[in-house]
């Protein structure tokens, strides 16, 4: 088995559960195939860099999939076909890392900021 790590968008307008709805979906595709999803992670709406069909943001999701290549080139056509997905990477990697991605992490770094600064303008307020 390889290993990779597949990042898709899913347009603005669909609902938190029809995310996760579309992220099952392509798990089943992977467990079809043999193959472990070890780790999902839904990193909210965010911002994208450029309108893409009309759309300037978007839900992403990250899975981190121990496969056989064929099963990766049919989750990627079922994306491909798949409106309610904008763009899809797919990368294989040596290992996958169970740790919170990039994404996450750096949001969890701006919540902590936000946190402090608030704390700061209530204790001035005191």
């Known amino acids: 088995m390889r290993f990779y790590e ?3 968008i899913a ?16 798990t089943s595709i992977i467990k079809a195939h ?8 839904f990193c909210g709406l965010r911002s994208l860099a ?11 999701i990250l899975l981190n999939i121990a496969v056989q290549a064929d099963a990766i080139k049919e989750m ?7 409106e309610d997905v904008l763009r899809y990477l797919t990368i ?3 290992e996958l890392d ?3 991605s990039t994404l996450m992490q750096s949001r969890h770094y701006r919540d902590d900021q ?4 608030d704390d700061m303008e209530i204790m001035e307020e005191v």
Not at 76 to 82: A, G, S, T, Y
């Open 6 to 8: 597949t990042v898709f």
């Open 114 to 117: 936000r946190s402090n600064t």
């Open 34 to 41: 043999g193959g472990e999803v070890s780790k999902t992670e």
């Open 11 to 26: 347009r603005q307008d669909v609902t938190s559960n029809q995310v996760e709805t579309l992220a099952q979906h392509y």
């Open 92 to 94: 294989r990697v040596e």
């Open 98 to 100: 169970n740790a919170p």
């Open 76 to 82: 990627e056509r079922q994306m491909n076909l798949n």
């Open 50 to 60: 450029y309108p893409i069909k009309k759309n300037k943001k978007g839900h992403y």
